[in-house]
């Protein structure tokens, strides 16, 4: 069952799927290398239309539609790609696939210059109280380590938990979990668009890589991870208690 036909929509305000591709030397800059690996993903995806130039950045980007978009992006060590809000699983990983099949061979990559790939699967919720009291109370309340805070004499001012474990006895393959609260207490007064609550499970495979063809294949040992940790884990045991603690206020 895919991740995304299970109610997340329910359980979050948005939800996206990231590629890194982390790199030891700098991406070549000159506008052929780059114009025509863009130019390669935009016949494949023809939404990935809109070509920008950011202060760090050379970015590829869809339009946005009812808050779905896509995008790739060029940083001077990393090539990034991402799809906000994907109806399955299969576009970000078809948009994902084609960056590791492509970029290489465009940007000038040899699998030596290669450190890392990793692939995140973000969910936001929007939240109007306290984050730092919504992710104690969904996450921590009744553990250990929640009896070292004395809650009716102090405030908390920094819940963020974060978990690392390895997948493989070689410590290469990783998995992350990480909950950003950005601040905690959230004003008032602030827009309506002022940032979430994040959760994030990342998957990373660190380096050495043997050759080109091996990308793709790290990719789909890395999505079957996530997958399943969404499901398993993420799910039930994070934005699950998450979102009914922000319904119950």
């Known amino acids: 069952m895919s991740v995304v036909s299970t109610s997340l929509g329910a359980l979050c305000t948005d939800f996206y799927v990231n590629q890194r591709v982390a790199l030891t030397l700098d991406l070549p800059s000159h506008r052929e290398s780059v114009l025509d690996l863009f ?3 935009g016949r494949e995806i023809p939404e990935l239309s ?5 202060a760090e950045e050379l970015a590829l980007e869809s339009p946005e539609i009812a808050g779905r ?11 990034r790609s991402g799809w906000v809000n994907p109806d399955d699983l299969e576009s970000p990983y078809q948009l ?4 590791l099949e492509s970029a290489p061979y465009f940007l000038s990559i040899t699998p030596l210059d290669v450190e890392s790939i990793e692939l995140v699967f973000g969910f936001d919720l ?12 969904a996450l921590l309340s009744g553990s250990s380590l929640a009896e070292v805070v004395q809650r009716d004499r102090e405030r908390l001012v920094d819940v963020q938990p974060f978990l690392a474990m390895s997948l493989d006895d070689s410590d290469r393959m990783q998995a992350s979990i990480e909950v950003k609260t950005r601040g905690g207490r959230r004003d008032p007064n602030a827009p309506s668009d002022a940032v979430p609550l994040s959760v994030y499970l990342t998957l990373r495979r660190n380096g050495p890589f ?11 040992v890395l999505a079957g991870h996530a997958e399943r940790m969404v499901e398993d884990r993420v799910i039930p045991s994070i934005l699950m208690p998450l979102h009914a603690r922000i319904v119950t206020g």
Do not use: C, M
């Open 126 to 137: 929007e939240v109007t109280g306290d984050r730092n009291e919504i992710v104690y109370d």
């Open 96 to 99: 994902h696939r084609l960056l």
């Open 69 to 79: 978009y896509a995008w790739v992006a060029l940083q001077r060590t990393s090539v």
């Open 50 to 54: 809109r070509f920008r130039r950011y």
């Open 210 to 220: 043997r050759s080109l063809k091996e990308l793709p294949d790290v990719f789909g």
């Open 39 to 41: 130019g390669r993903i």
